[in-house]
């Protein structure tokens, strides 16, 4: 059923060639928001969140939450990963070094931040072709924030709404449940 969705999504130009070959995330390799290249392979074995951010949302204040969730289990295994994009509402204007500025100015954010991308739409970045190709939903992403939990495998195994906050219970559980598969 997988094979098919993904040929469908391929078909109808939804997701690139880049993507669709890849089998985890441990296959991309990002820009880092000071321009370096990571290798999304330096996650293997650990739980990641990737979670679209923006710094002038009514969901900015999230920042908060996603840095008290860094520092409460990423000694533990779990990888929060910000990836600034400005589709919606234009809500994310500044260059890296402005939102990079801004995160840690206002949210103390330590947890790694990327150079900002598309997520929606024309251009959309292969990574999120790929996100959204793999979830358990494969429409487009809603707002800023929106969460996917990565398991040790770079697999998807969860896809959260906006609203969805980082200390919710649902959220919470999905992240436990990552730990503690294999």
């Given at each position: 059923m997988k094979f098919l969705q993904s040929l469908c999504l391929a078909l109808c130009g939804l997701v690139g060639a880049s993507a669709m070959a890849a089998d985890?995330?441990?296959?991309?390799?990002?820009?880092?928001?000071?321009g370096k290249e990571v290798d999304l392979s330096a996650y293997k074995g650990k739980v990641v969140l990737m979670v679209n951010v923006a710094s002038q949302c009514g969901l900015t204040p999230q920042y908060e939450q996603l840095e008290a969730?860094?520092?409460?289990f990423s000694d533990k295994g779990?990888?929060?990963?910000?990836?600034?994009?400005?589709?919606?509402?234009?809500?994310?204007?500044?260059s890296?070094?402005?939102i990079k500025q801004f995160c840690s100015a206002n949210y103390n954010v330590t947890f790694p931040m990327f150079s900002k991308i598309?997520?929606?739409?024309?251009?959309?970045?292969?990574?999120?072709?790929?996100?959204?190709?793999?979830?358990?939903?494969h429409d487009d992403i809603e707002w800023n924030f929106c969460k996917f939990v990565i398991g040790k495998d770079g697999k998807v195994l969860n896809?959260?709404?906006?609203?969805?906050?980082?200390?919710?219970?649902?959220?919470?559980?999905?992240?436990a449940r990552a730990f503690a598969s294999n």
């Open positions: 985890s995330v441990h296959e991309f390799k990002m820009k880092s928001i000071d969730l860094h520092e409460k779990l990888a929060v990963l910000g990836f600034p994009a400005n589709e919606f509402g234009a809500q994310e204007p500044g890296n070094a402005e598309i997520v929606k739409g024309e251009g959309i970045h292969p990574l999120y072709q790929w996100l959204l190709a793999n979830a358990d939903r896809r959260f709404t906006s609203k969805t906050t980082p200390e919710s219970k649902e959220l919470n559980e999905a992240i």
